[in-house]
């Protein structure tokens, strides 16, 4: 057989790898040799190599295969000059290549802005009294009677209230009670169909962007929200068991309910942990779903107030929002979106700013282990926190919220960059680990699925067509591994 030697050894390594090949095959060129020769002797010069190789030899063996094709035998050495088909980079550069500044379209930079003021306000609701109260309790295991996810969304409807809305909350118009009329019940209808708070339905997307422009009112409605009691101040916005969530977000009657954007971004809130069970079509979320003990409400609902808030730790949380608001009220001005199209927003909402926001959020939780633990006696336990491992206090509330929205913007550029292939890194093959034959009898059954596709491919004349599958296997039984071959035939 025809063979290929090419050597990139440096210094003395350089001189022993040109005495090895020399005396085996031509060279015809000043790092490349040519022989025809057979097995035995390819495995000699092998050899050869390998005893006197050292951190400095890499010397690549290729073997002529047909008239306009050469295969990658092996590689003896240091791999760095070479590719995993053998190619050598003549030449690399530090510097990043020059990228193609094309400018994202104004609707998706509104939605990432949307997706980080999700990522500020989604764990607001940590602020209750029976959730702080559980961190610093090591043996309490039991669930609140309110998931903080539905707190976070009535703090932030009960902001933008106070801030967006502030003569309508000091004068609320009278309430005159209308008689009780007897209908007919109707099954599966919801009888229990709250009707929007006080002014939010009629609020626009401006309106509440600009609101939360202001700093002064954030704060003041801040601190009167950490007075307030769910019973005096939040009637309009409390969960009630069978019923979808207060207030209606939208309706397939009209435009009833809140805003388009403001839906959105209480949508995101709601579900980043779980994904809202109720009206699919008029995406109306139920209560059950964030009600545990619907008995328990006003203790669920009751603020953490012996402890410090968020805003109070630190002012970046509250400069935060009042930037992305103010750049996503300037993207709503100054260009014409189709703010009205729901179906659209919902979509882009649930497939690339979740999936950002549910990232960021587990990503920035598991940090908190490795952060340096307080215990609950201490003075530094006196201010609201996100987590908690082992009864001690780790990551502030307010850290968790500001790194969250910042790391959820980063995500979602991340994820839209990949979904139209821009800086996204792909992988043309597999490594080298993972092609190996396996000859652990606990994972052949790898190789016998990745035969079974095959096989079921070839059959149905469907090589080139997607498949459903699932892996269900044990944990430590090479799922993940196992899954290389499946997903990576075409």
Not at 13 to 28: D, N
Not at 350 to 364: E, G, K, N, T
């Amino acid at each position: 057989m025809i063979i290929l030697f090419v050597s990139e050894c440096e210094k003395a390594a350089w001189k022993r790898s040109r005495r090895i090949l020399s005396r085996y095959a031509v060279q015809i060129g000043r790092r490349t040799w040519l022989a025809r020769i057979s097995a035995e002797g390819l495995q000699n010069i092998r050899r050869e190599l390998t005893q006197a190789a050292s951190r400095h030899t890499s010397v690549a063996c290729h073997r002529v295969k047909g008239r306009y094709q050469t295969e990658l035998a092996w590689v003896v050495g240091s791999r760095r000059h070479f590719s995993r088909n053998g190619e050598f980079a003549f030449s690399h550069s530090a510097t990043p290549l020059p990228s193609v500044n094309e400018e994202t379209a104004p609707a998706v930079r509104l939605l990432n802005h949307l997706c980080i003021l999700a990522g500020l306000f989604h764990d607001l609701g940590k602020h209750g009294a029976c959730f702080q109260r559980k961190l610093r309790d090591e043996n309490s295991n039991q669930s609140d009677p309110v998931r903080h996810e539905r707190i976070s969304l009535l703090l932030l409807l009960r902001l933008i209230i106070l801030t967006a809305l502030p003569a309508a909350e000091d004068n609320p118009p009278p309430v005159e009670p209308t008689p009780k009329r007897r209908r007919r019940r109707v099954a599966g209808a919801n009888h229990n169909l709250s009707k929007p708070a006080l002014g939010l339905a009629s609020l626009k997307d401006e309106q509440w962007l600009a609101a939360l422009t202001d700093s002064k009112k954030i704060y003041e409605a801040l601190h009167r929200i950490w007075k307030e009691t769910s019973h005096d101040h939040w009637r309009e916005l409390m969960p009630i068991e069978g019923s979808t969530l207060r207030p209606q977000w939208s309706s397939a009657e009209g435009d009833r309910g809140l805003a388009p954007l403001l839906s959105v971004l209480c949508f995101l809130i709601i579900s980043h942990h779980k994904l809202p069970d109720g009206h699919e079509d008029s995406f109306a979320p139920l209560e059950k779903t964030y009600l545990n003990r619907s008995q328990e409400l006003q203790d669920g609902l009751r603020l953490a107030t012996d402890y410090r808030p968020a805003w109070s730790q630190s002012p970046r949380w509250v400069n935060e929002i009042i930037k992305h608001a103010r750049r996503a009220r300037y993207l709503l001005q100054e260009h014409a979106l189709p703010i009205r199209d729901r179906v659209l927003w919902y979509s882009a909402a649930r497939y690339m700013a979740r999936c950002a926001l549910v990232l960021a959020d587990h990503s920035i939780s598991s940090q908190a282990k490795r952060e340096l633990p307080v215990r609950p006696q201490s003075a530094q336990a006196q201010v609201c926190f996100a987590n908690s491992q082992q009864g001690q206090l780790r990551q502030t509330l307010a850290a968790h919220l500001e790194r969250v929205g910042k790391l959820s913007g980063k995500a979602f550029n991340q994820l839209h960059q990949l979904q139209h292939n821009r800086k996204a890194s792909t992988i043309e093959t597999s490594p080298l680990a993972l092609t190996v034959p396996i000859k652990e009898e606990a994972f052949s059954w790898q190789q016998k699925a990745e035969r079974k596709v095959l096989q079921i491919q070839r059959q149905e004349d469907n090589a080139k067509e997607g498949f459903f599958a699932l892996v269900m296997a044990e944990t430590g039984s090479g799922k993940t591994r196992g899954n290389r071959p499946h997903s990576s035939r075409r």
